[in-house]
T-cell receptor
Framework: DAGVIQSPRHEVTEMGQEVTLRCKPI?????LFWYRQTMMRGLELLIY????????DSGMPEDRFSAKMPNASFSTLKIQPSEPRDSAVYFC??????????????????FGEGSRLTVL | GDSVTQMEGPVTLSEEAFLTINCTYT??????LFWYVQYPGEGLQLLLK?????DKGSNKGFEATYRKETTSFHLEKGSVQVSDSAVYFC??????????????FGKGITLSVRP
C-alpha cells in the first residue's frame, strides 16, 4: 500500500482565498483524522471520521473550517475564507479498528506527509 | 480529561550519548501509551507502544516502560545517533473515556544529535 496520501504538499495563498486539502487514507482503514501542527500549539486534532461519518469535530477552530468524507477513500478539509493564522502543516492520518482483524492489529495511526499551508 | 505532559525541549546531545525523554500522563482509565517520531519534512510514525502496566515497548534501540504507579512512559536510548534527530511525541488512547479511537498527543520535543 502507498500509505496515506495528501495533496497538495505545499500551498501558498492569499488571505480570503478558499483552500482545499485532500487526503486518501490507507485502503481498508475505518478511521480518518485531520490534525494541524504549529510551533505555538503543537499537534491539534481537528476532526475524525469513522466509516465516513464525522465522530468528533470539537477541534475545528471555527466555521471557516469544514471537512467531508464522501467515501471510504477520500476526504477533504476546506478553509473558506483563509486567514494568515491558518498557516500550519495539516496532517491526515488513518487507522483500522483495533478490535478487528485479529490480534495482529495494533490499531496504529498512520500519518501522511502533510500539507504545508501558508496564507499571506 | 486525558492529557500528556512531555519535558521541555529542545534537547541537544552528542553522538553515542544516553537519551531520556520524560513523559507523564493523566487518564481516567487504563490507557495504551505510544511514542511517535517525526523526521524532518515527514509525518509522524509509530516508534513503540505499550498497552498495559509494566509492559516495555522497544524499537530501533529505543525503549519505554509503562509505569502505572508513576503514570509515566519515559523514552530511553543507550547510544543516540545523528539519524535519531527528530521530534518525539508521547501519546495515549483511553478506552475508559470512550475515546479509544483517537490519540491524545503531548507537545513533542525536538532532539538534535551532533556528530
Amino acid at each position: 500500500d502507498a500509505g496515506v496520501i495528501q495533496s497538495p504538499r505545499h500551498e501558498v495563498t492569499e488571505m480570503g482565498q478558499e483552500v482545499t486539502l485532500r487526503c486518501k487514507p490507507i485502503s481498508g482503514h475505518d478511521y480518518l483524522f485531520w490534525y494541524r501542527q504549529t510551533m505555538m500549539r503543537g499537534l491539534e486534532l481537528l476532526i475524525y471520521f469513522n466509516n465516513n461519518v464525522p465522530i468528533d469535530d470539537s477541534g475545528m477552530p471555527e466555521d471557516r473550517f469544514s471537512a467531508k468524507m464522501p467515501n471510504a477513500s477520500f476526504s477533504t478539509l476546506k478553509i473558506q475564507p483563509s486567514e494568515p493564522r491558518d498557516s500550519a502543516v495539516y496532517f491526515c492520518a488513518s487507522k483500522s479498528d483495533p478490535g478487528l482483524a485479529g490480534g495482529s492489529n495494533t490499531g496504529e495511526l498512520f500519518f501522511g506527509e502533510g500539507s504545508r499551508l501558508t496564507v499571506l | 480529561g486525558d492529557s500528556v505532559t512531555q519535558m521541555e525541549g529542545p534537547v541537544t546531545l552528542s553522538e553515542e550519548a544516553f537519551l531520556t525523554i520524560n513523559c507523564t500522563y493523566t487518564a481516567t482509565g487504563y490507557p495504551s501509551l505510544f511514542w511517535y517520531v517525526q523526521y524532518p519534512g515527514e509525518g509522524l510514525q509509530l516508534l513503540l507502544k505499550a498497552t498495559k502496566a509494566d509492559d516495555k515497548g522497544s524499537n530501533k534501540g529505543f525503549e519505554a516502560t509503562y509505569r502505572k504507579e508513576t503514570t509515566s512512559f519515559h523514552l530511553e536510548k543507550g547510544s543516540v545517533q545523528v539519524s535519531d534527530s527528530a521530534v518525539y511525541f508521547c501519546a495515549l488512547s483511553d478506552p475508559q473515556t470512550g475515546a479509544n479511537s483517537k490519540l491524545t498527543f503531548g507537545k513533542g520535543i525536538t532532539l538534535s544529535v551532533r556528530p
